[in-house]
Each structure stands twice: as structure tokens, then as C-alpha cells.
């Protein structure tokens, strides 16, 4: 995709209305800061209000067709789309790189991970289907059709920039509805080559719109979106704090949302597991992408029979696991603020020193905490610390891994690393966990498997059919004939 030049020579990422980049006040442009070479890489454009009610009334008018457009016809689409995100990978891995300065591996598996989600929507969308209901009425029948539900907005994240709002936008479009994206400031030109391509694959005018805001403006034109009357959904992918705001704007003018938020992923290792692998996948799952994933092993509770010989190996794997930099030095010293309040009060670190290092980095950290106190007294026990660290408890049994894994806000994923199969089970079926995966990361994502937070990390389920199922509504129509009494 072609960045546009302003007359000071700036390269700006255009907002794009019913397929067509739009102009832009030289005013209102924005830059988009390399964490690690500390460079403006490029400019985004930043909408108001005006270019909001534009962007959903094209979405409103596109909806219009699109709704009746053959599955076939949608289908097609979203396999062209897949086609062209492995053509185009090597641009959306740039992209990638210079706007959240993660690594080369991580930019990779979005754009891969991404078109594997796209394909199973492609494959589900015709097992979407209406039915007709039995009823108590004599001589009536009842029809129960699936429609889609409106254009959707779509607030999608920086950190799985590719991953996570194509997930949103092809459900979305996918099922007959249309969208509006309200890229992230972070990675503004990511987010809108996707719509690129999904113009180059065919996709209609207006079916796919993408605007950009800055921080100042994000409140206002946040709610402009929420509030206008064509909007008849949202997806909202990021953290907590954030989420909170969006749910009470949409509750505000009765908007149904999807929320995947923030996470403080547990991983139990039991005292059969194998200690090795799970050391590793627990040190991966914390640092990756310098740790900021929701999905992150943000807390390790371990079994106090294997703790020693467990915590050796996890130390190891810790500190030669790499993780990369941070998106920006806010989100870095917002990591170093929790784990500075940790040392502060006293908590061991078993590695890191939890102080930021060149690149923007910070050094791979484990904390260990006490099990037997308050919740609260760190910050680190149920506060996202979105950096390469995690917290470590040593229980005593089952029972206390379980206490200590919900004693937590969040409810996104967690782990169990044992070889029986039975106990993994029983366990998973206590933990308040959307997903609870055995003998693996918290880092596990697949497009077939339903995928959703419970407590404070969200409500909807995405991926696969579930995932289509969240932008129909279900409307019935009776018939009634001569004997049914009315």
C-alpha cells in the first residue's frame, strides 16, 4: 500500500471510505514513533467526528446489498483475502516491525495465524443456518431466520495487530454485515493494508472502512462511532481499563459489544508433570513479544514438592527465552512500575532486575510471592504487567493451585501441565478460565476452538461458527392458518 505525501513531505496513512482514501487537514496528522530507533516511521491520518458519521454511512448503505450477497459470494471473498495476505506477507511483516517493534518470528506467525482464521470462517459460514421451531398453537408454523445484524465497529489492538482484527473483520463480513474499523494509533498502516487487501480482493464499496484517531481525540471519536444510529454493534479487543469505558458508552445508547480484554494468565504445574517442557513453555508464554499478549503466563503456580527442581529450570528457560522490546517506553515504564512496586516491598526476584534496558526492552523478570498473603499487597499479583515478567507462587495442593489460579479478576486462559488426563480435567472444570489448555502455553490460540474471557476479561465467544454466530440476530416469523384459533 502507497503512503500518501503531505505538502511537508510527510508519508500519512489515509483513512478509507467506500474504498477510497479520503483527504486529510494537514492539521490533524500524527506520527507513529519506532520504539527501538526512537524515529518517526511514518504519519497517520486523524478523523473527527465529521469523517466518522462518513465512514458509518457508507457502512450503512453498503449493508444494504451486502446482507442479501450470496454466501458463495462472501466465501469467495474471504479466500481471495487469504490468498492475498500470503502474497502480501512480507508488507504486513514490515509493517508490523516498524510500528510495534516486535520481532520478525512474532510479525510471521499474524499474518499465517491470521490466514488460517480467515479459512475456517470461509468453511463455517454456511453451517450458520435457521430452523423451523416446533410450537403449541395447532395449524401455525414458526420460522426462524439468522440475519446479520448491521455494520459492526471494530476496535482491534496494536500487540496481534494482524491476528486480532482480522478475526474481527472477516466474522464480521463474512455473515453479511459490515464494518467499521477504528485502527489503532500504534499501528495505524497495519491495520489499513489489511483493508487494502481486502479492497484488492474484490470487497465492495463501503463494506470495509477503516479511520484512525489520536489519543487526545480517541474519547470523542470513540463515542461519535458508539453513538451513531447505523452502528449496531462492537468488538472491542484490548485492555480492562479501556474496556470498562467502551461497555458504559455502549450501554449508554443500549449497544451490544464483544469484548476480549486483558488477562493474568495462570500456568499450574502439578508435581507429575514434565518439568522441563513445562518450565520452557512457561518462560516462552511470559516473554514472548516482550510479554504483551493477553493471552501472557503472567502468573506460575507450581507444586511445592517439584518447586525446587521445577524452579531451577524455569529461572534457566527465563532468562534465555527472548522477548523483544516494548511497543513504546510508556507501556515498558507502565511493566517497570509493578515490578519496582514488587522490590519495594520486599518480593524476591528469583531473575531480572525489572529496569529497562537498551532497545526498550526490559530484562526477562520472575517474582516470587507468598501464597498465604492478601491478594493486594502487590501490585504484580492481579495488575497486567504486559512486560516479560511473571509471578510465582508454591502451593501445597490441588486445591490451593486452584485458590490462588481464581483468585483473580481476569478469566481469559491458564494451563495445567500434568500427565494425567483425568486430573487435568477435573481441574479445568473448577478454574474460572475461558480456556484452560493441558500441558501447553496460555499462549494458545486455534481458529477452530471457541475462544472467550469470562470475570473481568470480556464476554463472547470468537473463532469458527461461535464466532459467526455473535453478528446474527434471530428473528422469528410465524404463520397461521385457518384452524390455528386466531
Given at each position: ?7 511537508h ?11 477510497e482514501?479520503?483527504?486529510f487537514d ?10 527501538i ?21 457508507a ?39 516498524k ?6 518470528d512474532w510479525?510471521?506467525f499474524n499474518?499465517l ?6 479459512n475456517?470462517?470461509?468453511a ?12 403449541d ?28 482484527s ?18 489503532s ?12 487487501i ?8 463501503g ?5 484512525s484517531a ?15 444510529e ?7 479487543i ?7 469505558i ?48 493477553c ?15 521445577f524452579?531451577k ?14 511497543v ?13 512496586d514488587?522490590?519495594?516491598?520486599g518480593?524476591?526476584f528469583?531473575?531480572g532486575d ?12 520472575l517474582v516470587?510471592?507468598d501464597?498465604?498473603k492478601?491478594?493486594d499487597?502487590l501490585r ?15 502451593v ?5 493451585a ?18 494425567n488426563?483425568e ?11 475461558g ?6 502455553s496460555?499462549?494458545?490460540i ?7 474471557g469470562?470475570?473481568g ?7 469458527a ?22
Open positions: 500500500m502507497q503512503l500518501k505525501q503531505d505538502a513531505g510527510r508519508e500519512v496513512v489515509s483513512t478509507i471510505i467506500n474504498n482514501e479520503q483527504p494537514a492539521d490533524r496528522v500524527l506520527p507513529v514513533k519506532n520504539s530507533s526512537g524515529e518517526n516511521v511514518h504519519y497517520y491520518a486523524g478523523a473527527d467526528t465529521e469523517v466518522c458519521g462518513r465512514a458509518c454511512d457502512a450503512w448503505n453498503a449493508f444494504q446489498t451486502w446482507k442479501n450477497a450470496p454466501i458463495t459470494e462472501r466465501r469467495g471473498l474471504l479466500l481471495r483475502v487469504a490468498d492475498l495476505y500470503k502474497k502480501r506477507v512480507d508488507e504486513l511483516v514490515q509493517a508490523q516491525m510500528e510495534t517493534a516486535c520481532t520478525e510479525a510471521k499474518v495465524a491470521a490466514t488460517n482464521y480467515i475456517e470462517f470461509a463455517c459460514v454456511s453451517s450458520v443456518k435457521g430452523t423451523v421451531a416446533p410450537t398453537k395447532p395449524d401455525t408454523m414458526t420460522f426462524v431466520f439468522k440475519e446479520p445484524i448491521g455494520p459492526i465497529l471494530v476496535i482491534p489492538p496494536w500487540n496481534a495487530a494482524v491476528i486480532l482480522t478475526r474481527a473483520i472477516s466474522s464480521a463480513i463474512v455473515t453479511g454485515c459490515t464494518v467499521v474499523l477504528k485502527c494509533e500504534l499501528s495505524p498502516l497495519t491495520h489499513t493494508i489489511l483493508v487494502d481486502f479492497r484488492e480482493a474484490g470487497c465492495p464499496a463494506v470495509l472502512n477503516s479511520l489520536s489519543r487526545q481525540d480517541a474519547a470523542a471519536v470513540t463515542e461519535s462511532l458508539i453513538a451513531n447505523h452502528i449496531r454493534k462492537i468488538e472491542f484490548g485492555s480492562g481499563a479501556v474496556g470498562k467502551i461497555a458504559g458508552t455502549a450501554a449508554k445508547y443500549l449497544k451490544p459489544t464483544i469484548m476480549e480484554l486483558g488477562g493474568k494468565c495462570p500456568a499450574i504445574v502439578l508435581d507429575d508433570a514434565d518439568l522441563p517442557k513445562a518450565a520452557r513453555l512457561c518462560a516462552q508464554g511470559a516473554v514472548k513479544n516482550h510479554g504483551q499478549i493471552f501472557s503466563t503472567e502468573r506460575i503456580i507450581v507444586l511445592r514438592s517439584v518447586a525446587d527442581e524452579l529450570l524455569l529461572v534457566e528457560e527465563t532468562k534465555k527465552a527472548p522477548s523483544g522490546s516494548a513504546s517506553e510508556s507501556i515498558a515504564q507502565n511493566a517497570i512500575s509493578i515490578l519496582k514488587a522490590k519495594d516491598k518480593a524476591k528469583l531473575c525489572g529496569e529497562l534496558k537498551e532497545n526498550c526492552s526490559i530484562s526477562n523478570t516470587l510471592v501464597p498465604k492478601t491478594p499487597h504484580i499479583v492481579d495488575e497486567e504487567t504486559f512486560g516479560p515478567s511473571a509471578s510465582v507462587y508454591i501445597d495442593d490441588d486445591a490451593e486452584i485458590k490462588i489460579a481464581n483468585r483473580s479478576a481476569y478469566g481469559l486462559n491458564a494451563a495445567i501441565h500434568t500427565r488426563l486430573r487435568s480435567i477435573k481441574m479445568g472444570r473448577q478454574l474460572e478460565y480456556q484452560v489448555h493441558t500441558n501447553s496460555t499462549v494458545y486455534s481458529p477452530t476452538g471457541p475462544q472467550g469470562v470475570k476479561s470480556g464476554w463472547g465467544t470468537q473463532n461458527g461461535w464466532g459467526l454466530e455473535q453478528f446474527y440476530n434471530t428473528k422469528q416469523i410465524s404463520w397461521h392458518g385457518e384452524d390455528s384459533g386466531n
